[in-house]
Antibody, heavy 118, light 107 residues
């Protein structure tokens, strides 16, 4: 069974940084393309970005609102996906989900809440 | 970016009703559309991918159809467990985009 477990969320001040982690089990992480999705309170789902597997180049794509502030990376030795978030804004407040896949997303983590507030 | 528009935003229905949710894309996405169900405080769950392919374990009362720019999710006979929010998502191009969601409420 595929499982994804996120961690690292919390309260941070505007302009601050936070790093989220996501551990994947039940699937060969090194072969996985991984995607981050977020959901602001009471709002819809928003695609944040995606990282390819290293065998497919390991490249990343980002949504415009987070490009140049957020960085997605991976450590295949630890089966772990990361989301480094810098220069955080109040509008980045959301539950952040890591997901397995790139097109349709069959497996999701439970989500971790990031609150950006002074 | 491709904009996805769902309608209605909220739908009130009774157990046993046939329910249809529409998702429109601002440009053609071929058949690259997925549907998710989300309950309060929980992660979304994949129901349908590639417009009409049912994800493993999803009840057959859920079905999807459409192509190009107009798509529908149909629940043939609404069950108590189906009261939730539903989201469409296009994966024809980057950035992937979602509809704003449809909440199915008890009438």
């Amino acid at each position: 069974e595929v499982q994804l477990v996120e961690s690292g969320g919390g309260l941070v001040k505007p302009g601050g940084s936070l790093r989220l982690s996501c551990v994947l089990s039940g699937f060969t992480f090194s072969n996985a393309w991984m995607t981050w999705i977020r959901q602001a309170p009471g709002k819809g789902l928003e695609w944040v970005g995606r990282i390819k597997s290293k065998v497919d180049g390991g490249t990343t794509d980002y949504a415009a609102p987070v490009k140049d502030r957020f960085t997605i990376s991976r450590d295949d030795s630890k089966n772990t996906l990361y989301l480094q978030m810098n220069s955080l804004k109040t509008e980045d407040t959301a539950v952040y989900y890591c997901t397995l896949g790139d097109g349709w997303l069959p497996s999701w983590g439970q989500g971790t809440l990031v609150t950006v507030s002074s | 970016d491709i904009q996805m528009t769902q309608s209605p935003s909220t739908l009130s229905a009774s157990v046993g009703d046939r329910v249809t949710i529409t998702c429109r894309a601002s440009q053609s996405i071929s058949s690259w559309l997925a549907w998710y169900q989300q309950k309060p405080g929980k992660a979304p769950k994949l129901l349908i991918y590639k417009t009409s392919s049912l994800q493993s374990g999803v009840p057959s009362r859920f079905s999807g159809s459409g192509s190009g720019t107009e798509f529908t999710l149909t629940i043939s006979s609404l069950q108590p467990d189906d009261f939730a929010s539903y989201h469409c998502q296009q994966y024809n191009s980057y950035p992937r985009t979602f509809g704003q969601g449809t909440k199915v409420e008890i009438k």
